[in-house]
């Protein structure tokens, strides 16, 4: 059986996807200035810095009463203070003026007395109680200050997002813009448009496997807000993959092709992306996802993804989403013990609630155990497992 | 000033609120089969129960030789077991074939040594490690029975459940399908797209803000996998505010306005509705989101949903989003003290790391105490507030 020879270390291998990423997207100016709508769902490729204070202004905070905080120092249930009611843009030593959450303060008032603490007599207000300079007022930079970084580079835009990026006057934004062909590949592929019957289907399908991975592919690409395209199955066969991969190659920034790349004497991807350009890494010391490939064609990356469903959604995570956006990261302990290899980064699986439970059956075929995992930890290569108790980084899905 | 009256429970909210989107989706059929590739991010409106056994077929666990376990039995480095190798789909005693993860076993085998301790000599296998039955082998419904549920209703269909869907040769499924209006109300309110430049153009605002909660909610619905069709800003005005209704009623399921719904005498949005139909909730015991309205007209439902960005981004949440599915909790102590009312359910953005950190500043104007925050924690109405170090169940956005 031919091996790969070396297993490169991830640290490693992460440096030279990464750097190849942000080269190409430099050179070709892979990104997109969207409006809002456009960028929902999209990786931002600049901080975003805050043109403006937010509130801008000083508002009411709650409904009640705009006052001049020394005007109700005193005031008491039994000694309510009386102040006369206005309704103009600004208002006077013994004058209030009715306001409501979120409006502006009027010129010189500089707290809001809460309605509750306040009777209303004709053009009177009765104050039972008094209030501080700035109470119940956000002041002008309480939410957002001028020149704030607001959003970081790497931010999937959300719909808060969308929010305060309106709020604050901004209407477009860079994000990451780049197209992706799949293509799958390997003798032992079905395709899923031809199942007619699963259940009838699977008795003569003698140990074929349906295409799956692609629309994996295709979701994950499309939710760091890429384009995919998915191509058809290519057979065992360097002459077909050759021609799929230029066409690709044409349409497309950046391949991933799944299947072909294992560790076996069917290495045909990885020998036909060689013949047509450079590979840069095959073989990475990780588990899942040890047979992973990059090479260059015509400039272009292509990532040799496992064929495995695992295997290969963990290469896309390391090695692409990890590029262009950080997980959120929390610190939990260890339901368990886990074990892990010295000089191997393992990727484990895990449910959270209470505790960080890593699922049992891990197998890199097994793609239940994506589905029903909430995030994953990362055994470095340095460390032999962690102990039951254990204080460990959970990235969530 | 005019008050909502009585404000109801969120329990009571939250069941009228679900009954009556339960009911629409019904009578109305808001369901539709979509593809794989369409069903990304969208709601689940079924369980998926599995067809089939995954692996269909006993396969390879590892990369090496599939034998007969018993075979191998006494075998080791000293003392090698040496099998005939063949390529058949059948194997018998004495005899070994060669296999790579993921394959098929041959008939009989039922184990898998690894390659690492084996070596091939012509025609012949040494085998220096026995195997006992099943080693190195993914039986027949290791990863999923058939029978199984693989996905709940109410799921977010993620690119890995696209995986999983596609290996049990599943095609299509039942997805929620919602046409949401969006509508913004207030003459405080400013177009984003009338900005020129927001640094001169505050100066002149006087106050007005920004019309930002449309961007959010579209946002919000899209992330359901609904439709959202954004309407220009409605003045403070019953008949402008009808018309809009009306047609947007016409083009949309549901309907969400945002603004005029503020305990305050501005309160034209529950009005109109009124006038136009009949008012199921207005004002909800919870903080943020108050002023929490839901309508019925024509046998649609319009939510009236605060202009506070906070407010009605909480109001989504509790109203639509927990309807349709549910957010991933998770258990952690809190960093610090809260504090809440009986009574009242409280609503608290977190950030989280190895502790729950509720954000200080918390207005229901403050959106940036949503764009910084990781969740939510619910403080229920018979719970005046929870003690630093106490676990708390944390909602992750």
Not at 162 to 172: D, F, M, T, V, Y
Not at 175 to 181: E, S
Request: hydrophobic share 40%.
């Amino acid at each position: 059986m031919k091996l790969i020879k070396k297993l490169m270390p991830l640290n490693n291998a992460e440096k030279i996807v990464f750097n190849n990423l942000f080269e190409y997207i430099e050179k070709n100016k892979k990104i997109k200035k969207a409006n809002l709508i456009e960028s929902l769902n999209r990786v931002l490729c600049e901080d975003i810095i805050s043109p403006i204070d937010l509130p801008y202004f000083n508002r009411a905070a709650m409904d009640g009463y705009a006052v001049i905080a020394e005007d109700t120092f005193g005031a008491s249930e039994t000694n309510p203070i009386i102040l006369n009611l206005v309704n103009n843009d600004e208002i006077s030593s013994g004058e209030a003026k009715i306001i409501f959450t979120g409006e502006k303060l009027p010129k010189n008032a500089d707290a809001v007395v809460m309605k509750e603490f306040c009777n209303e007599i004709n053009n009177f207000v009765e104050i039972y109680k008094s209030v501080y300079p700035n109470e119940n007022v956000s002041k002008v930079g309480e939410d957002v200050k001028k020149g704030e970084i607001v959003l970081k580079k790497g931010t999937i835009i959300n719909p808060y997002h969308l929010n305060l990026l309106a709020s604050l006057g901004i209407k477009k934004v860079n994000v990451y813009d780049l197209k992706f062909g799949i293509i799958p590949t390997g003798d032992e592929l079905v395709s899923l448009e031809d199942v007619e019957n699963i259940e009838e289907d699977i008795k003569k399908l003698n140990g074929k496997v349906i295409n799956s991975n692609v629309y994996m592919l295709y979701g994950l690409v499309k939710n760091l807000g890429f384009n995919g395209k998915i191509y058809d199955i290519v057979e065992d066969n360097k002459d077909s993959l050759k021609n799929t991969i230029k066409l690709a190659l044409k349409e497309n920034d950046i391949l991933l092709i799944t299947g072909g790349t294992s560790v076996s004497e069917r290495d045909i991807t990885v020998e036909t992306v060689k013949e047509l350009g450079n590979i840069l890494i095959h073989g990475v010391n990780i588990r899942p996802g040890k047979p992973f490939g990059l090479g260059v064609v015509n400039n272009k990356l292509i990532f040799m993804l496992s064929g495995y469903p695992v295997a290969s959604a963990v290469q896309f995570e390391l090695f692409i989403q990890r590029f262009f956006t950080k997980r959120k990261k929390i610190i939990m302990p260890l339901k368990r013990n886990i074990a892990s290899e010295l000089g191997r980064v393992d990727f484990v699986r895990v449910k959270i609630n209470k505790y960080v439970d890593p699922i049992r059956i891990t197998g890199s075929g097994v793609i239940s155990s994506l589905t029903r995992s909430d995030g994953y930890i990362l055994i470095p290569e340095n460390v032999e497992g962690y102990e039951k108790g254990e204080f460990v980084e959970v990235y969530l899905f």
